[in-house]
């Protein structure tokens, strides 16, 4: 249940992707406008993390879930039928609080329910399944916008995650033997030294770090830039950039299970297979970046494929988190961890549109391909700053982690 409402999240985030130009004509807002509407998605939501995993250890990951399934529901509701910017933009801001309600949840749920050693694996099937929702939201969403009409389709999307609610309402269980559970009430103070303790563990700044620099990529190229980077940037059809796009998906959805099975055989070298990732993922863009004119097919296919990888890479920071804290904790931590990937990812969507109109010759969205080639390389500050901190923090870490006891499956 739990996780069919992460899928209906992640397809809400990703409702608007293929709506772009219909929202310009509904709203008559600029392209700048349509990008505010990402950008204001992903601010909430990173900004939301830290709040929301405090609130799922004191009220349980039920409560937290069912009340950001409604939030979702109603706003995507009212999302169908806004007529004006402001209000569509209300809307939307609705939505990323939401789907920041979601994640964590579902996460300290499987904590729950399940063995630790069965606990990498079952995180990654959440996040791959979780994709599902993106493609949902591409070609179905699509037909039904064509089909229906904006508000009609967004309105029935809106109902489905109603009557999922309910259902929710009705079936979620904190832990098996009760239904809803509780943390302890906690005084600002208490509050502020349980962060302190969390963000103080190196497990959990390794875990932020490899969230910050494994899915920016796939974030900002499948939220807002890929397609206009590979027809405008890489001189790609419309339909061959679609197919790519999928191709980085179907990367994730594959991935996500392989990753989970080698990081609970081998939790001790999580941070090396994301560090292999990132270095692959930065070949690979350097590879489409450098080379003279537009870039082959085949290499765009790797790039976007190593890219999709990145998502579920950003997965084993959560694993890192888990067995660093107490569960307790587990929820702030995984929101702090959670806040790397979705901060990085707004600061490159923000900062490739700025870039973009800077290299612009005239102003107006003609973006260049020598634009689009400035702009993506922003993406080496994010790889530098990130690599060095998996680097610095992975040698803490290491310091203070128990080997054997990771290994044999005890969590902090
Ligand atoms: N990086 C994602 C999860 C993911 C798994 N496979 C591809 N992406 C993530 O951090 N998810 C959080 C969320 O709210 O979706």
Do not use: K
Request: hydrophobic content about 55%; overall charge positive; some cysteine.
């Amino acid at each position: 249940m739990a996780l069919a409402l992460y899928l209906l999240a992640v397809f809400h985030r990703s409702s608007l992707a293929v709506a772009g130009l219909l929202a310009v004509d509904r709203f008559h807002i600029s392209a700048a406008q349509l990008a505010a509407f990402t950008m204001l998605q992903l601010l909430v939501y990173a900004a939301m993390q830290v709040p929301v995993g405090l609130l799922v250890d004191r009220f349980g990951p039920r409560r937290v879930l069912l009340t950001g399934a409604l939030l979702l529901g109603v706003s995507q509701g009212a999302f169908a039928f806004a007529t004006s910017y402001p209000a569509a933009l209300l809307a939307r801001t609705g939505v990323g609080i939401g789907d920041a309600m979601t994640f964590i949840c579902v996460l300290r749920l499987l904590a729950t329910w399940f063995p630790v050693r069965r606990i990498p694996l079952f995180t990654q099937l959440t996040g791959t399944v979780g994709q599902l929702g993106t493609m949902l939201a591409a070609a179905p969403m699509t037909l039904a916008l064509g089909a229906l009409g904006w508000s009609r389709a967004y309105g029935a999307t809106a109902l489905i995650g109603l009557v999922l609610t309910a259902l929710g309402f009705v079936v979620l269980r904190d832990a098996p033997e009760r239904r809803a559970t509780r943390g302890d009430r906690m005084a600002w103070g208490a509050v502020r030294s349980s962060l302190a303790a969390s963000w103080g563990h190196p497990g959990t700044r390794l875990g932020f770090w490899m969230h910050f620099t494994t899915q920016f990529s796939a974030t900002t190229l499948g939220l807002l830039w890929g397609y206009p980077f590979l027809v405008r940037g890489e001189g790609r059809s419309a339909g061959e950039a679609g197919v790519l796009l999928t191709l980085m998906v179907l990367a994730m959805v594959v991935a996500g299970p392989v990753l989970g099975q080698l990081v609970a055989l081998h939790p001790w070298h999580r941070s090396s297979m994301v560090l292999v990732i990132v270095l692959t993922l930065v070949a690979l863009w350097t590879a489409v970046l450098a080379w003279p004119g537009d870039a082959p097919l085949w290499l765009l296919v790797l790039m976007l494929l190593a890219c999709g990888v990145g998502g579920p890479a950003s997965v084993i920071g959560f694993d890192v988190g888990r067995t660093s804290n107490p569960a307790t904790r587990l929820a702030s931590s995984t929101g702090i961890i959670n806040m790397g990937g979705f901060t990085a990812s707004l600061l490159l969507v923000v900062a490739i549109g700025l870039v973009l109109d800077w290299r612009t010759p005239g102003g107006g969205s003609d973006y260049t391909p020598g634009a689009f080639r400035w702009a993506m390389s922003l993406q080496y500050f994010l790889w530098g700053l990130g690599l060095l901190q998996i680097w610095r923090y992975r040698l803490r870490a290491r310091r203070v982690i128990d080997r054997a006891a990771l290994q044999a499956g005890v969590a902090a």
